[in-house]
Structures are given as C-alpha cells and as structure tokens.
C-alpha cells in the first residue's frame, strides 16, 4: 500500500500569503488527487494531478487560487494562495494504486490543517 | 449528477449495541464503494470497499456493508459497538479505476457506555 506524507502537517498563517502543501508517495502512481475538507465537513475534491500535464480542476475551483506542480509520478504540491480565513480547512493528497487483487484502492495522507487569521 | 449521500448526521448508540450507518448513491453505473472512518486528528482509514461479487462485505474492526442494486444503498453494519468506534464515517464512491471519489456527507458516531 501506498504511504504518503505531507507536510507541513499544520500551519497557522496570516490572510493575504499562501501556502504551499507538499505531498511525497513512497512509489509511483500515475494520478494524485487533491481535496479540502473544510470545519465540520466532508471532502471535497480540489483538483487532479497528472505527472506532465496541468491539473484538473473540480468546478469552484481555479488555478490561480490553487496552483499545483506535478514534477514526478512521486511528489506533488497544491498551493493555498491570497488566503482569507474562509480557505481554513484540512487539505488531503490522496493517490490510487492497484491492490493486486483487480481492483484499485484510494490512500491519503494525513492531511494539512490550515488555519488563516 | 454522481452523489453520494448519508441521511444520518450524527447517531448515538450505547456499547454493545448494533450499529448500521446508511449510506445511497446516485451514479449512471454501478459504482465501487468504500466506507472510511476519521477519528479524531486522524487520517482517513479504509474500513471496507465494494467492487464486484459477494453484496456481503467483510471490512475491518469487526465491520460489514451490504451492496442493494435496488436500493441504491451500502450500509455500514457492526454487531456490537464499541467505545473505541466513535469517530466520523463516511460513504465514498468512485466510478471507475484511478477516478475521483466522491464522498458522503459523513456520519459522526457517539458511544455512550
């Protein structure tokens, strides 16, 4: 199973920067997704990253305000930009690989908790 | 549009008691489906998926769900609940291999002892 890590895994910064969330996979996957998951709510999906080509963007969701790199099948990053308190929220990486048995399996980091003030 | 949706926000249950979380989808195919829990200040952990075969599946931690075509439905079942499994879950789906997942609204569980 895939192992991924992101950092920083907390962070408290003031509106008006960015951030930039980095996700690093233990192996190479084809496809990493990028979700918010604001105070009290489920995930929703920021983006899609293939390695090569630009992200997919979910509708709501636009380039300028989260830029993402895909440099390599290894490593990603999604970055929060013009920050306002509303964009608070825990921010996931989330890959898919094959399990071996026929089917894929989703796996996330432990996610990114932002809080802007 | 794919959904996926979970009628109950929050349930209390008391130790020992059985548990089911419902969980309906709305997608042009039949989806995979998946349950995750979030404890707190934790990631996300697969308690069990759906793809093809058995509508009966065993997950982990002593879970179940099962797939009803007819229903739309894949609901989270445990015989005896524990105070440990008080946490967020959520019902997520995927419409093919390497695709978005689209997740539920979540559930979150209480455990009274």
């Known amino acids: 199973s895939a192992v991924i890590s992101q950092k920083p895994s907390r962070d408290i910064c003031q509106r008006g920067t960015s951030l930039t969330i980095q996700c690093q996979v233990d192996?190479?996957?084809?496809?990493m997704f990028w979700y918010r998951q604001q105070p009290g709510q489920s995930l929703t999906l920021i983006a899609t990253?293939?390695?090569?080509?630009?992200?997919?963007?979910e509708s709501g969701f636009v380039i300028d305000k989260f830029p993402i790199s895909r440099p390599n099948l290894t490593f990603s990053t999604l970055t929060v930009s013009n920050m306002s308190p509303e964009d608070s929220s825990i921010y996931l990486c989330?890959?898919?690989?094959?399990?071996?048995?026929?089917?894929?399996?989703?796996?996330f980091g432990q996610g990114t908790r932002l809080t802007v003030v | 549009a794919q959904s996926v949706t979970q009628p109950d926000i929050h349930i209390t249950v008391s130790e020992g008691a059985s548990l089911e979380l419902r969980c309906n989808y709305s997608?042009?195919?039949?989806?995979?489906l998946f349950w995750y829990v979030q404890s707190p200040g934790q990631g996300l952990q697969l308690l069990l998926k759906?793809?093809?075969?058995?509508?009966l599946v065993q997950g982990i931690k002593g879970f179940e769900a099962e797939f009803k075509r007819s229903q739309s439905s894949f609901n989270l079942r445990k015989p005896s609940v524990h105070w440990s499994d008080a946490a967020e879950y959520f019902c997520?789906?995927?419409?093919?291999?390497?695709?978005?997942?689209?997740f539920g609204p979540g559930t979150s569980l209480s455990v009274i002892p």
């Open positions: 989330s890959v898919e690989e094959w399990t071996g048995d026929g089917d894929t399996e989703a796996f």
């Open positions: 192996s190479q996957v084809t496809m």
């Open positions: 990253a293939n390695q090569g080509s630009e992200a997919t963007y």
């Open positions: 997608y042009g195919a039949t989806p995979y």
């Open positions: 759906y793809f093809s075969g058995d509508t």
């Open positions: 997520a789906a995927t419409g093919t291999s390497y695709d978005k997942v689209i």
